[in-house]
């Protein structure tokens, strides 16, 4: 399936990174934006089967149809540029600076977050019949999903943040895997292949990820969940997007620019003991 060495795809990572810091604003927004809301589309795919199939499984193995449709046409997720963007500032590409590097991780924030937001007033406007009655079954495990994962972590403190946080960097270093697994390979079904796998793994572990975070939790509070709005973005949405930062930078963008772009110097032949 036409596999691309590490040495060969990491260079293509660094160059994405450096031509997302240049992209205009309203390429960045409508990238950022269609992301966000194939892939709040995707959870509630995966949502809507876990309910009616009562096998997590099911949902987790047919979630990343969202992730590898947004990724094959072109599309931008926060967790995605949290690695690549950092790896054209390491490599000291021409104009990129951590201005731009913020710059870019904001923009597609905000589309990401409009986009999911989308999606969560349409999938509630089908829960309820255009809000005319109360949420169906696939709502009302949104809701409660909604407060498992806010008021859940704030009922243990300071080790409940901990846990939050892990599962945020935990997720991007899968979901980062999944984006880098689209640069492994040129033909479509190869790309598929190597960016389902860590995508699954993310979403069946119940990991943190901030973009479908952006679907699930302001659809919770559209359909009646019991948290607030600060709830969601101090025990759920700014934890998580840290870890998610930490996550793609260290385990992902980090650890494969240094051992396939700025290697180590290789041991020379005396340096190998004699057997």
Same mark, same amino acid.
């Given at each position: 399936?036409?596999? !691309?060495?590490?040495?060969?795809? &990491?260079?293509?990572?660094?160059? @994405? *990174? $450096?031509?997302? %810091?240049?992209?205009?604003?309203?390429?960045?927004?409508?990238?950022?934006?269609?992301?966000?809301?194939?892939?709040?589309?995707?959870?509630?795919?995966?949502?809507?089967?876990?309910?009616?199939?009562?096998?997590?499984?099911?949902?987790?193995?047919?979630?990343?149809?969202?992730?590898?449709?947004?990724?094959?046409?072109?599309?931008?997720?926060?967790?995605?540029?949290?690695?690549?963007?950092?790896?054209?500032?390491?490599?000291?590409?021409?104009?990129?600076?951590?201005?731009?590097? !913020?710059?870019?991780?904001?923009? &597609?924030?905000?589309?990401?977050? @409009? *986009? $999911?937001?989308? %999606?969560?007033?349409?999938?509630?406007?089908?829960?309820?019949?255009?809000?005319?009655?109360?949420?169906?079954?696939?709502?009302?495990?949104?809701?409660?999903?909604?407060?498992?994962?806010?008021?859940?972590?704030?009922?243990?403190?300071?080790?409940?943040?901990?846990?939050?946080?892990?599962?945020?960097?935990?997720?991007?270093?899968?979901?980062?895997?999944?984006?880098?697994?689209?640069?492994?390979?040129?033909?479509?079904?190869?790309?598929?292949?190597?960016?389902?796998?860590?995508?699954?793994?993310?979403?069946?572990?119940?990991?943190?990820?901030?973009?479908?975070?952006?679907?699930?939790?302001?659809?919770?509070?559209?359909?009646?969940?019991?948290?607030?709005?600060?709830?969601?973005?101090?025990?759920?949405?700014?934890?998580?997007?840290?870890?998610?930062?930490?996550?793609?930078?260290?385990?992902?963008?980090?650890?494969?620019?240094?051992?396939?772009?700025?290697?180590?110097?290789?041991?020379?032949?005396?340096?190998?003991?004699?057997?």
């Amino acid at each position: 399936m036409a596999y !691309l060495q590490p040495t060969e795809f &990491v260079t293509k990572l660094v160059d @994405a *990174g $450096a031509s997302k %810091v240049f992209m205009s604003t309203r390429d960045t927004l409508i990238r950022a934006y269609m992301a966000g809301a194939i892939l709040a589309l995707a959870a509630a795919f995966s949502i809507s089967i876990n309910v009616n199939t009562g096998q997590p499984l099911a949902g987790a193995v047919l979630f990343p149809v969202g992730f590898v449709l947004l990724y094959l046409l072109g599309f931008d997720l926060l967790t995605g540029v949290f690695t690549l963007v950092p790896l054209a500032l390491m490599d000291k590409r021409p104009g990129v600076t951590v201005g731009g590097m !913020l710059r870019n991780w904001g923009l &597609v924030f905000t589309g990401n977050f @409009a *986009g $999911a937001l989308t %999606v969560a007033f349409f999938m509630a406007i089908v829960f309820t019949y255009g809000f005319d009655v109360p949420p169906n079954k696939i709502g009302e495990k949104i809701g409660m999903i909604g407060e498992g994962r806010t008021l859940g972590y704030a009922a243990h403190g300071a080790s409940g943040m901990l846990t939050l946080f892990i599962r945020g960097v935990m997720c991007n270093w899968m979901v980062s895997t999944g984006v880098v697994a689209a640069f492994m390979s040129t033909s479509v079904s190869g790309k598929a292949i190597a960016m389902w796998l860590p995508i699954m793994l993310f979403f069946y572990m119940g990991f943190e990820h901030s973009v479908v975070n952006m679907f699930l939790f302001p659809s919770g509070l559209i359909l009646g969940g019991g948290f607030t709005i600060s709830d969601y973005l101090i025990w759920n949405e700014i934890p998580t997007v840290l870890g998610n930062i930490v996550g793609g930078v260290t385990f992902v963008g980090l650890t494969l620019y240094s051992t396939h772009v700025r290697t180590g110097a290789k041991r020379g032949a005396a340096a190998v003991p004699a057997e």
